[in-house]
């Protein structure tokens, strides 16, 4: 058979148009073009008028392509100009924008004017958001080529953006540059950041977005390396008249020596090495400055992590009377005092009512460790009057109340005795 015969039929004088779609997709990518339109955008709105000018960006979403040139179009609002490789300006002869950050003037007020065109731009076209955020991690990169005056009205953008929720702080990773970092670039810049975010929001509030942005524990790297120190970070927040960020530092880092302490505390018992464990404790109590009604939680937080309990409650009844009676020499040795035996019965008290596993032998190991000389007489019988927390109260009361009956009594036989 001939390929003439194969070949598919042709519509002849009928023109198929491409999908929309398509044709975006093959169009040619021309920031500049798009640029040269947007200004002239923002040239229609009446001159100072930010309100007028949010009216003339949300009706230019119906002709121009935000969402291709995301980026060109928040440079643009930001820096006033399109960057070109290296972080310079592109000087093509294109005058800057009348509107953007670094236009507005170097003061919180007006700086909080522009943001507001963000935000009203941004609720109408949700999906700039992202493209936002890109370009915000693309300009701080090169906050080493703005001028100082521009840097500072840049920073404080950031602090209205992230504390207002429109960015995330994780734009701020990209400071963690080593170049930037050396310079005290990077400091200089998140000083700002973090002391205009202070005015809206609560340093509760701003810990807790570090937190999701994974910098929560990173506060230090902003520093140059010859400052990386809390001393050196206490100086310099409290010169910058922020002391509460000073005050969340200090915890963050007790946070993190603690949890260190029951990691090392769990190491060392999974190892069987107690006087090593007894030793490396007391030189944290000095290194750290905590007492003992601080301490002796993570050492028991740490024996319950080293051992492997297993299902079986009969095998874990009598493993935990095992444990205990192993560790009362660990243990004896920081509850020198009643405030530290307290504090011990309520860890105890606590961790048996998280974990109802435990829950039912909360009377033996008091008693246990009675015998063992790790908690007083005096201690217990305050924990049931006065120390005892709210957590399963009454639980534990009753099933604490044999033993302390018990020792009520003998505390009054004694007394007897000694009037005799």
Request: with cysteine; charged share 25%; glycine share 6%.
């Amino acid at each position: 058979m001939s390929s003439a015969s194969n070949a598919k039929p042709v519509l002849q004088g009928v023109n198929i148009k491409p999908r929309k779609g398509a044709q975006k997709a093959t169009a040619k990518f021309e920031p500049t073009v798009f640029r040269d339109a947007f200004i002239g955008v923002i040239s229609s709105a009446a001159p100072g008028n930010l309100d007028d000018l949010s009216v003339k960006l949300d009706a230019a979403g119906n002709t121009l392509e935000y969402r291709r040139y995301a980026e060109t179009l928040f440079e643009i609002l930001i820096a006033g100009r399109l960057l070109a490789p290296g972080g310079t300006f592109l000087e093509d002869g294109t005058p800057a924008s009348p509107f953007s950050i670094f236009q507005a003037q170097d003061d919180l007020a007006s700086i909080r004017k522009h943001v507001d065109v963000f935000h009203k731009l941004m609720r109408r076209y949700k999906y700039l958001l992202r493209g936002f955020e890109d370009t915000l991690s693309n300009l701080l990169q090169y906050i080493n080529k703005f001028s100082p005056e521009d840097t500072n009205k840049l920073a404080t953008a950031i602090g209205l953006f992230c504390s207002s929720g429109l960015a995330n702080l994780t734009v701020l990773s990209v400071l963690f540059k080593e170049h930037l970092v050396k310079e005290g670039l990077s400091l200089l810049f998140v000083t700002t950041v973090f002391k205009t975010y202070l005015i809206d929001q609560s340093v509760d509030q701003f810990g807790l977005n570090l937190y999701k942005a994974g910098m929560s524990d990173r506060l230090l790297d902003f520093f140059p390396p010859n400052k990386r120190d809390e001393e050196s970070f206490a100086r310099h927040f409290e010169a910058e008249d922020m002391k509460q960020l000073v005050t969340f530092q200090n915890k963050k880092q007790l946070i993190m020596r603690k949890d260190n302490i029951i990691e090392n505390v769990k190491s060392l018992l999974e190892e069987s090495k107690v006087a090593e464990c007894i030793t490396y404790l007391k030189g944290q109590s000095k290194e750290s400055g905590l007492s003992e009604p601080e301490l002796i939680p993570l050492i028991w937080t740490g024996i319950m992590a080293s051992v492997d309990w297993g299902t079986r409650v009969d095998q874990i009844d009598n493993q935990i009377l095992k444990q205990v009676n192993f560790h009362s020499k660990l243990l004896g040795s920081f509850c020198t005092s009643p405030k530290t035996e307290i504090a011990l019965m309520q860890t105890i008290q606590i961790n048996f009512h998280e974990d109802a596993r435990f829950i039912k032998q909360y009377r033996a190991v008091t008693q246990l460790l009675y015998k063992n000389d790790v908690l007083s007489e005096s201690a217990i019988l305050y924990w049931a009057e006065k120390g005892i927390k709210p957590q399963g109260k009454m639980v534990f009361m009753k099933q604490m109340e044999p033993f302390i009956n018990w020792l009520k009594n003998a505390s009054d036989e004694e007394d007897s005795e000694d009037e005799e």
